[in-house]
């Protein structure tokens, strides 16, 4: 978080909350956020996230970036954390509709995976 300087309002996606957890030892921190949402293709992963306090909570597939937009009523999110490792999910996150501001990645790829982003469309 210290490195992303999450601003004070902002709107966050994490894709692969439990994933985000575990590497990095806690959740977002809720001070100052006006809200986050947590993407998972497990319904239990996002269980565990909605104990840890995460509002909003769906489950992720191809239409994950359409939900984002829509749940932040055409704007996406000022931040995305992706942390699933997943070259399709880090599409996901880093889709130009999906945020406004930095995409970060918490997850590695597989070893000679790639990542091709447009960034803009």
Same mark, same amino acid.
């Given at each position: 978080?210290?490195?992303?300087?999450?601003?004070?309002?902002?709107?966050?996606?994490?894709?692969?909350? /439990? %994933?985000?957890?575990? *590497? &990095?030892?806690? #959740?977002? !921190?809720? $001070?100052?956020?006006?809200?986050?949402?947590?993407? +998972?293709?497990?319904?239990?992963?996002?269980?565990?996230?909605? /104990? %840890?306090?995460?509002? *909003? &909570?769906?489950? #992720?597939? !191809?239409? $994950?970036?359409?939900?984002?937009?829509?749940?932040? +009523?055409?704007?996406?999110?000022?931040?995305?954390?992706?942390?699933?490792?997943?070259?399709?999910?880090?599409?996901?996150?880093?889709?130009?509709?999906?945020?406004?501001?930095?995409?970060?990645?918490?997850?590695?790829?597989?070893?000679?995976?790639?990542?091709?982003?447009?960034?803009?469309?």
């Amino acid at each position: 978080m210290n490195t992303a300087k999450v601003a004070s309002g902002s709107t966050c996606v994490v894709f692969g909350p /439990r %994933a985000w957890s575990a *590497r &990095r030892g806690r #959740g977002l !921190p809720a $001070a100052g956020r006006r809200a986050d949402r947590c993407v +998972d293709l497990s319904e239990d992963r996002l269980a565990l996230a909605a /104990r %840890a306090g995460r509002d *909003r &909570r769906f489950v #992720g597939g !191809p239409d $994950a970036v359409q939900q984002i937009v829509d749940m932040t +009523d055409g704007f996406g999110a000022d931040y995305t954390f992706e942390a699933t490792g997943n070259v399709n999910v880090m599409r996901q996150a880093w889709s130009r509709p999906a945020w406004l501001g930095p995409g970060n990645d918490v997850g590695v790829a597989g070893k000679g995976e790639t990542l091709d982003v447009v960034p803009r469309s």
